[in-house]
């Protein structure tokens, strides 16, 4: 059997970004998360796509989670949480939720690669990935990818999300059973 070579440089790249990953904020976002009344969850293009996972897996634990945008989406309030996942964290609609979510006094918890950057100073838990981004003209700590721009930050933030997931899965009690009890059957 031959081995795929890119698929092993991406493992390895990842190995090694995870080792620059503060396991304390990793933490906090578990504590805001736990605590939120509800959670939204925003993030656009691929980075969306991670964030929608993470919804996912949060309503499979039983939590009140919103993805920002659908239609069934409503207001956020003072005691929810907003995490965005932002690599240059100057999205504009996502700098526009952070800025709302801010204004209602909701938690803000980021995923970044700037954490610096608009979100992340509004945000009072900050996650921070290395990663490589043409969105930011600002050069990350990050030695260049063997993959396409943001392909890391993305791939990342979802494996910090699925993080995220088991730690709450561990303190919720939760087993596969239960959270299965909650997948989706209208499929």
């Excluded at 795929?4 to 390895?12: A, R």
């Excluded at 939120?36 to 634990?61: C, D, E, I, K």
């Excluded at 309030?77 to 801010?102: C, P, R």
């Excluded at 396409?148 to 009690?173: A, H, N, R, T």
Aim: proline letters at 3%; one cysteine or more.
């Amino acid at each position: 059997m031959a081995h795929c070579q890119y698929l092993l440089s991406i493992i390895k790249e990842l190995s090694e970004d995870a080792l620059q990953v503060d396991g304390a904020s990793v933490d906090k976002l578990c504590d805001v998360t736990l605590n939120a009344g509800r959670v939204f969850v925003a993030g656009a293009g691929r980075s969306g796509f991670a964030a929608r996972a993470f919804a996912n897996r949060l309503m499979h634990l039983g939590f009140t989670v919103y993805f920002v945008g659908e239609p069934t989406t409503p207001s956020i309030q003072k005691n929810d949480l907003l995490v965005i996942g932002s690599g240059s964290g100057e999205t504009a609609s996502l700098v526009s939720m952070a800025q709302k979510a801010h204004k209602q006094q909701a938690k803000i918890a980021t995923l970044t690669i700037f954490p610096e950057h608009t979100i992340g100073a509004l945000s009072s838990v900050c996650v921070k990935i290395p990663g490589v981004t043409a969105k930011s003209e600002e050069l990350s700590q990050k030695a260049d990818s063997v993959q396409p721009s943001g392909s890391s930050f993305e791939q990342l933030s979802w494996l910090i999300y699925d993080s995220v997931i088991i730690k709450l899965k561990e303190i919720k009690q939760q087993t596969d059973a239960q959270m299965y009890c909650r997948h989706a059957n209208l499929e």
